[in-house]
């Protein structure tokens, strides 16, 4: 297979692989469409299963790559195009989309499902079929918001997750979202900003938590507030998804 760094690093990492596989081969039939092709490798693994795939990509360089990886196949065709602008011709049994971020704010994910989903036939399945989110209190040094990896200081958990959103990618998904959540804190310390936690659902059955290509957590600053153990807080958190992290506001309070 031809791949860019950034493909490589996407096919390096395992665990995502081996949930997006699970799912295909459990869910692939009739006509599949897989949004955000990449490399091609979820098409590659639908075509022996499905009547016909259509992969889309909306990047030239990438789908030019895409197209030699996938050219074997007699029934994939692909479409070099923004998935949200295309007509597609035959409604589909299967949509396949990996434009996952964490808690779906940096990437394209709800406004390509929100534009493509009415294609979607009424028994049909959306791999992965939704997210749950969760967020922690959490003392951080950063200033800036940034995603957890492997060298990132481990900022101090003053809390314990708590699931604040649960989004089923088969039904319209609000793209501006709001939330209010009271947190427990369980250490005295200072509270400088929330750890948000992705978990992938690929099937109903299927869960994956972050890996390192796949919703790594997200650490964002907020105010920063003197608490002792067993008081709770107020999180205040606000972001459009597929908006970027620049929409992100969060902020924190105590409870009068
Ligand atoms: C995270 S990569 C996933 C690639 C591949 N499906 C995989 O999982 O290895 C997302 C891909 O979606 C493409 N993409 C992002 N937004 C898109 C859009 N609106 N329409 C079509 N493709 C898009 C990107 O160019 C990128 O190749």
Wanted: charged share 20%; net charge negative.
């Amino acid at each position: 297979m031809k791949l860019t760094s950034y493909q490589q690093n996407l096919l390096s990492d395992t665990h995502r692989l081996a949930a997006f596989y699970e799912a295909i081969n459990q869910k692939s039939r009739g006509v599949v469409y897989d949004l955000g092709t990449g490399s091609g490798v979820f098409s590659s693994w639908a075509a022996p299963l499905a009547r016909f795939v259509y992969a889309v990509e909306q990047n030239h360089h990438t789908a030019k790559i895409a197209q030699k990886n996938l050219s074997t196949f007699k029934n994939v065709s692909l479409l070099v195009n923004d998935a949200k602008n295309i007509i597609f011709s035959e409604n589909a049994d299967l949509i396949i989309c990996e434009m996952m971020d964490t808690a779906l704010i940096d990437e394209e994910q709800v406004p390509v499902l929100n534009s493509v989903r009415k294609y979607l036939k009424e028994d049909g399945d959306i791999i992965p079929c939704g997210v749950f989110n969760g967020v922690e209190a959490v003392h951080l040094e950063s200033k800036h918001t940034i995603y957890q990896e492997d060298q990132t200081p481990q900022p101090k958990l003053m809390s314990k997750l708590l699931i604040y959103d649960k989004i089923d990618f088969k039904k319209y998904i609000k793209e501006e979202t709001e939330h209010q959540i009271t947190i427990p804190i369980n250490s005295t310390g200072t509270v400088s900003g929330i750890k948000i936690t992705t978990f992938t659902l690929l099937t109903s059955k299927l869960i994956c938590g972050p890996t390192p290509m796949l919703n790594p957590p997200l650490l964002i600053p907020t105010n920063n507030l003197n608490i002792e153990k067993g008081e709770s807080i107020n999180i205040n958190l606000k972001y459009s998804m597929g908006g970027g992290l620049d929409t992100i506001r969060a902020s924190i309070e105590t409870i009068p």
